[in-house]
Structures are given as C-alpha cells and as structure tokens.
C-alpha cells in the first residue's frame, strides 16, 4: 500500500490502542518507532494514503489525535516565544526615530522655516510637479518633514505611543520598515488621487500606517489564539487607534492630506499580512531578519537624503 503518516503517539502502548481501534474499523495500519526528542522512542501510525481521511476523522472522533495536540502545543509556544522576543525591544528605538523627525524640524526652522514653501522644497518636501520630473525620492524624504510646530507636536505624540505598541508587537525591523513603507505609500496615494502644486510633508501617513499594522497584527493574532482555544482579549491600543483616526479623519481642519492618510493606513495593514509573524522564524531568524529589514530602511532613508542634498545644492 501507499503509507502515509497518520498520527505520533509518545508510548507505544496508546499507539497499539488506536491501532486496534482503526483494526475494528476496517483500516490498516502499521506501527513505525521513531527517535524522540529525550532520547526515549515515540511512534507514529501509518495507513493507506486512501484511508487517510477516514482514519484521521475517527482519530478526532476518539480525541486521540497526539500529532493534532503536538501541533497546537508547538503554535502556542511560538506565539509565545514571538510575544516574548519583540517585547523585549527598547524603548529608545521609537525615541531615535522621533528625534530624528525632531532634527530635521529644526534644520528646517534655521534654514528658512519649516513653513517655507522654497525650504520645505529645498529639503526634500512631497511636491507633484516634482515627482513628475522623476523626484521619487520625495516621497521618502517628506515623511520626515514637518510643516509647522503644532504638526511635529502631533505626530510625535502619535508615534512615541503607537510607536511603542508596534514595536512590542512586532519587533524593530519590523516596525521601521512598516513605517517607512508606509508613509511613502501614503505619499504616493496622495500624489496619485491629489496630484495638485501643493507642498506636502509630514509622518501622518506613516502614523496612520502603524495603526493598520497593529490591526492586522491584533486580526493575525486573534485568529492563532482562536484556533488554539486561547483567550483574545481586548487590547488597550484599539481605544487609542480608535481615537487617532476619529482626530485625524473627522475633526481634522485645514489642510489634511487624508488621502496620505488612508494610503498609509491601508498599506501598514497589507503589508503586515506579508511579513513573517513573529515567532514564526527561529531566534537566529528572527535576529536576521531585524538586521536585514531595520538596515535597508535606514539605507532607503540615507540615499533619499543623499539625493535630496544634492537637488537642494
């Protein structure tokens, strides 16, 4: 027959069990040792690859599934060891990234002010005609970009606080690169559906986008911990994320670039669902990836300054 894997059982004794069991039912089965994680042997149960249906419904019938509970065991310790890793990530990460908002707002404010049109052009501010002329670069370097204090001020309000809840949940690489992509995202929607002469700046599109990136961690989450029988409780940060997108969608006045707004929050949400959940890779993985993906943003974000001083010499 074509043997496949029906179940592990660690004593040989449960195996003959279900065996007899699967026997009464018509179903063959044969009875393989295998080397065990202490040393001690486990087995598994083989049976014809065309009663592999019927043979796993009446594991489940019987609740004697051992490979089905390892599986869930080893889910819920790699949501676990995921929660764990990210949570253990400095706070000064979300302050560095904050400061360096903070250091451009106030180049902008000794080379001309930050409300400036020729200086906010000057340093690299979002700007359609621009970007037609093939300035792509702007829409990475205006995220740092800020017109005006009360604009700085609430963004960096929103991003030390989201900012923290996305790297606890997500880790450093992960959450500088969601970032990023996710206010020149917003840019390029704003660019796309508004393509008018205004001078746009700012992280709100990136703030924003951390919002999407904590919903779709939260649905990602919610979904494993169901499927495990595993609590979802409520988490403080919707009240918050609630709040923000109430501020930023409803009471904004003036100029908001609400399309920046939903590019970056449907992109941080997207993208989110691309990228490996934390736990999922193994602690080496994981360290790689924060490496690889926290130094190609700071690389994106060093050319786009590179090519932004040379446009502006």
């Given at each position: 027959m074509s043997a496949r894997e029906l179940a592990r059982f660690a004593s040989q004794r449960e195996a003959e069990e279900v065996a007899f069991t699967l026997q009464a039912a018509g179903i063959e089965t044969e009875l393989v040792p295998i080397p065990g994680d202490n040393?001690?042997?486990?087995?598994?149960?083989?049976?014809?690859?065309?009663?592999?249906d019927r043979a796993t419904a009446i594991l489940a019938e019987e609740g004697k599934d051992e490979l089905s509970r390892a599986r869930t065991r080893r889910?819920?310790?790699?949501?676990?060891?995921?929660?764990?890793?990210?949570?253990?990530r400095p706070?000064?990460?979300?302050?560095?990234?904050?400061?360096?908002?903070?250091?451009?707002?106030?180049?902008?404010?000794?080379?001309?002010?930050?409300?400036?049109?020729?200086?906010?052009?000057?340093?690299?501010?979002?700007?359609?005609?621009?970007?037609?002329?093939g300035e792509w670069w702007r829409t990475l370097?205006?995220?740092?970009?800020?017109?005006?204090?009360?604009?700085?001020?609430a963004n960096l309000i929103s991003l030390l606080l989201l900012g923290a809840a996305t790297l606890r949940t997500l880790g450093l690489g992960r959450f500088y690169a969601l970032y990023l992509a996710?206010?020149?995202?917003?840019?390029?929607?704003?660019?796309?559906?508004?393509?008018?002469?205004?001078?746009?700046?700012?992280?709100?599109?990136?703030?924003?986008?951390?919002l999407g990136v904590l919903a779709s961690a939260r649905i990602r989450g919610l979904?494993?911990?169901?499927?495990?029988?595993?609590?979802?409780?409520?988490?403080?940060?919707h009240v918050l994320a609630a709040v923000l997108a109430f501020l930023g969608f409803v009471v904004g006045s003036g100029p908001v670039d609400h399309a920046a707004h939903l590019g970056g929050l449907v992109a941080g949400a997207l993208l989110t669902f691309l990228?490996?959940?934390?736990?999922?890779?193994?602690?080496?993985?994981?360290?790689?990836?924060d490496v690889v993906?926290?130094?190609?943003?700071?690389?994106c974000a060093a050319v786009a300054a590179l090519l932004a001083y040379r446009a502006a010499l």
């Open positions: 040393g001690s042997p486990h087995f598994a149960l083989h049976c014809d690859e065309r009663e592999l889910d819920a310790e790699s949501l676990a060891r995921g929660e764990l890793a990210v949570r253990r706070f000064y990460w979300v302050v560095a990234l904050a400061v360096a908002n903070l250091a451009a707002f106030i180049a902008l404010e000794g080379r001309g002010g930050s409300e400036n049109r020729a200086t906010l052009l000057r340093f690299g501010a979002s700007h359609a005609p621009s970007l037609r002329r370097t205006a995220v740092f970009l800020h017109i005006g204090a009360r604009h700085l001020l996710s206010g020149v995202a917003g840019n390029w929607v704003s660019f796309w559906l508004d393509p008018d002469a205004a001078v746009k700046a700012g992280a709100s599109g990136a703030v924003f986008g951390l979904r494993a911990l169901a499927a495990l029988g595993l609590p979802t409780r409520f988490k403080t940060w990228t490996p959940r934390p736990g999922a890779l193994s602690s080496r993985g994981e360290q790689v990836l993906l926290a130094s190609a943003t700071a690389l």
